[in-house]
Nanobody, 115 residues
């Protein structure tokens, strides 16, 4: 079955960096677009970044120039490099794939940006 396992979250000061990882299994990883979403307390879940099977990326305006999504098909892993973090980036970050007409989510990893 499809499994997505995120890691790499934590507490970081404003201006700092974190790299999130999402290890995927149960499907042909290299053939599918992968996405990162986030959900802050009291807010709706929002798309942060997406990478297609061909490597094309797109980003939410709020993270453009600061975050970079990438994938390693040999490791079935998608990454989110987050630089110049701001307090408003605080949220639970989720990995996402749409596979065979279903949407799958990981368990999420908490990112807290605070001094």
């Amino acid at each position: 079955q499809v499994q997505l396992v995120e890691s790499g979250g934590g507490l970081v000061q404003p201006g700092g960096s974190l790299r999130l990882s999402c290890a995927a299994s149960g499907f042909a990883f290299s053939s599918y677009a992968m996405s990162w979403y986030r959900q802050a307390p009291g807010k709706q879940r929002e798309l942060v970044a997406q990478i297609t099977s061909g490597g094309t990326t797109n980003y939410a305006d709020s993270v453009k120039g600061r975050f970079t999504i990438s994938r390693d098909n040999a490791k079935n892993t998608v990454y989110l490099q987050m630089n110049s973090l701001k307090p408003e980036d605080t949220a639970v970050y989720y990995c996402n794939v749409q596979y065979r007409f279903r949407v799958y989510w990981g368990q999420g990893t908490q990112v807290t940006v605070s001094s």
